[in-house]
């Protein structure tokens, strides 16, 4: 007899905002992911987080079992990349929505690879019902004018960041 296993979470729909760009992302916002600290989602002081608003999630993994982009194909989203080129930006081309970024580089010494979604781009949880819960999400910052990889999220924002 084999079992299976359901993914753990919530399914969400999210989409940029003129809705070309659609995807779905499994996340559990009442079990924050080790990656983050203790927190649901963060918020980074760096210039393209903190200048375009962008908060993050981790879903758990590389996005391959919890993220599935709907449309367009990744091929057609506008990725951006700057500095060391080891954080992947993806935009919607029509819309300049940012919807997630992959992480693969070195960071002071230590290889990270992650992948992050920007909560703010979830629109309902997949059977319609409001993001309620969005409202009680633990926030921590990191703090990345002061380096090139923070140790840990802060509690409350770095320098020349927001709350």
Do not use: Q
Request: aromatic share 10%.
């Amino acid at each position: 007899m084999s079992t299976t296993v359901e993914p753990e979470g919530t399914l969400y729909k999210g989409s940029c905002h003129c809705g070309f760009a659609k995807y779905t992302v499994r996340l559990d916002f009442t079990k924050p992911p080790p990656s983050l600290h203790g927190a649901n989602v963060t918020k980074c002081n760096c210039s393209i987080c903190h200048k375009s608003g962008t908060l993050l999630t981790d879903p758990g993994d590389d996005g391959s079992s919890t993220f599935t982009l709907l449309t367009p194909p990744e091929k057609d989203l506008t990725m951006y990349t700057f500095n060391t080129g080891n954080i992947k930006w993806y935009f919607c081309p029509k819309c300049s929505i940012k919807l997630y970024c992959r992480v693969d580089g070195v960071f002071d010494g230590v290889h990270v690879r992650a992948f992050r979604v920007n909560v703010l781009t979830l629109d309902e949880k997949e059977d319609g019902s409001p993001l309620e819960e969005l409202k009680d999400l633990k926030i921590k910052y990191w703090d990345f004018k002061e380096g090139d990889m923070p140790r840990a999220p802060l509690d409350a924002p770095g320098k020349g960041g927001m709350w």
